[in-house]
């Protein structure tokens, strides 16, 4: 434990003091400024953290990797859990800066462009911060969820922007959360199976976006005309266009058309038998009368 | 903090040395066998944790609302982490119960069913373990992180059983898995925000666990046959007659009606243009070569 107290102030404090350079054995090198040293720390325990839980890396393996000593690195950060939280900051800039895309071409392929580099950072940093995504990390606290939190928000604004519809209702900004939610959790899996190919991954997370944004449209007659001229935009050969044709041939298969044409038809009965019927429906948890 | 150490034969101990006795000022009250006072105890936790997060409740809370000393709660559990752990466990155990459903009936109506048991226990014992489930909490460990492994993991292997698919293929698990977060996420905003009736949030989780079904088989054509026989069971009224009538309904939108056709149709154009177009779907995060 250093018994060192952490001050905004201490940065300026080692333009003079200089308390790196009594570390016995240090290897001499160019002498790195106030800033560059203290955004290098964070480079290196961001590049450990993202191996490995924080719980296998200590300040020792962040001073040897930095090339400095560790009261260097207590100078600068009053400990390992502050470290951590600093390179998660970085790593969160870093994921939210991938979400920016031009506004340009079909939804489906900006949110594929999207994903590919969201997938990217996964692989390199996922490994380390899956503990911390799944909960029950040692390293979680409100620090953490802040960062966490504001990826999220990142993420759930860019959708929103590019789906650029006016005023998004509550159903539909849901529906970009717990879509937001499901690549959270497809891309763990991912780093813990790899049981697909990762370019398939990106793909299929992709084409559910599409799914959900419809199955939404499908709720609020208000986004029908949104959704039309999401589809307007969107080409043949890419994500949008493969699902549609992916679908068109499931459904063709002569038993799902039989089944799925004969539920768009709706209740065919009317009466008695439709409402024995929808009672079934309700089941044993129905839903509470208005 | 209490010096007491905990011990698993605590329980027995007190069957003569009835620690509680010596409290002064307490009730007069029936007294509990061990098994009966710790159950209470742990009763009396759940009921105070569902409501409040962890930091909020005390060791002093409980044993009020036990109507039992403050050392009397110590000697059952060493602390409010380890009252907080079997209360939780206890909730997950209880919500794992939730998730038992006959195998009679429509897929998509039984799911329903489940889902009615699974919001009422998000509304009765959410609040308080929200930010549990969405990370970070104080009391977060690998005991709670291991209690909602299991439950998600109960819902995992419930929801393969309904399936009845042989042996499920990893994208069929992933599918699975992606769902239930997405099912865990929404009731979460649900909580905070409250922003649709519930039994429309129990209707879309159902609609959208079908549409995820339906995405999966349209990529893996071994499903097709699964697929068809699931949409044969469903019933007009249901909640998958309903996805259905209400996506007819969009895509008979002239609109939408013709650019989902258009895509459907694929790629009529062939040779350079075709691979161009296809170059620029594959966009600036193209998927690695293989």
């Known amino acids: 434990m250093a018994s060192r107290t952490p001050s905004p102030t201490a940065d300026r404090a080692e ?18 400024s106030v800033d560059e040293r203290r955004e290098q720390l964070i480079a290196v325990a961001l590049e450990l953290f993202s191996r490995r839980p924080p719980e296998e890396v200590s300040i ?3 001073a040897a990797a930095a090339g400095a000593s560790r009261p260097l690195v207590y100078h600068y950060f009053p400990g390992k859990q502050a470290l951590y939280e600093a390179s998660l900051r970085r790593a969160g800039r870093e994921l939210s800066a991938r979400f920016e895309e031009p506004m340009e071409g079909p939804l489906s392929e900006r949110l594929y462009r999207v994903m590919g580099r969201y997938l ?8 380390g911060f899956a503990a911390l995504l799944r909960g029950g990390s040692v390293a979680a606290s409100a620090g953490t969820s802040a960062v966490i939190d504001e990826v999220r928000r990142a993420a759930h604004d ?3 922007a590019h789906l650029a519809i006016p005023a998004p209702s509550p159903g539909l900004r849901l529906t970009v959360r717990a879509w937001i939610a499901n690549a959270e959790i497809t891309s763990l899996e991912w780093l813990a199976e790899r049981s697909v190919p990762l370019e398939e991954l990106q793909l299929h997370l992709v084409q559910e976006f599409v799914a959900s944004l419809t199955l939404t449209a499908a709720r609020e007659p208000a986004l029908a005309a949104e959704l039309a001229s999401f589809f307007a935009d969107e080409r043949p050969d890419g994500p949008t266009g493969r699902l549609v044709q992916d679908l068109a041939a499931l459904f063709a298969v002569p038993g799902i058309l039989d089944a799925v044409t004969a539920l768009a038809a709706g209740p065919q009965t009317v009466g008695p038998v439709d409402e024995a019927s929808a009672q079934a429906t309700e089941g044993t948890a129905g839903a509470p009368a208005e």
């Open 158 to 160: 860019q959708i929103l």
């Open 15 to 32: 333009r003079t003091a200089a308390p790196d350079r009594g570390a016995a054995g240090e290897r001499p090198r160019r002498r790195l």
């Open 60 to 62: 020792d393996d962040i």
């Open 120 to 127: 990217d950072f996964v692989q390199s940093h996922g490994p």
